[in-house]
């Protein structure tokens, strides 16, 4: 089994910045795309920004050039640096990852994280 732990959601005043963190563990042997999706109230889940395993990288309109997402492989770690955060950013921020697992990275599956609370108010 694998798990994904985020960490770094909080409140915070407009203009502000967060740092998400979501750290994997369990059966790896290695890790494809990372990302980071949210959720506002009564909206569908969305993506935010991907990273590949190489470091390429795409993200949602609404953050190009706002928001960067990076990757430590030798720790199972992405991270997503979110400066000059608007009120629209607030939702539920979550952590996903395509995971191989198994001796020889045979199983391929998607995974997701709990989630983290971002809450971008004045």
């Known amino acids: 089994q694998v798990q994904l732990v985020e960490s770094g959601g909080g409140l915070v005043q407009p203009g502000g910045s967060l740092r998400l963190s979501c750290a994997a563990s369990?059966?790896?042997?290695?890790?494809?795309?990372m990302g980071w999706y949210r959720q506002a109230p009564e909206k569908e889940r969305e993506l935010v920004a991907a990273?590949?395993?190489?470091?390429?990288?795409n993200y949602a309109d609404s953050v190009k050039g706002r928001f960067t997402i990076s990757r430590d492989n030798a720790k199972k770690i992405v991270y997503l640096e979110m400066p000059s955060l608007k009120p629209e950013d607030t939702g539920v921020y979550y952590c996903?990852?395509?995971?191989?697992?198994?001796?020889?990275?045979?199983?391929?599956?998607?995974?997701w994280g709990q989630g983290t609370q971002v809450t971008v108010s004045s």
């Open positions: 996903n990852a395509d995971v191989y697992s198994g001796q020889r990275g045979t199983y391929l599956r998607n995974y």
């Open positions: 369990g059966n790896i042997f290695s890790i494809n795309t």
């Open positions: 990273i590949t395993r190489g470091g390429t990288t």
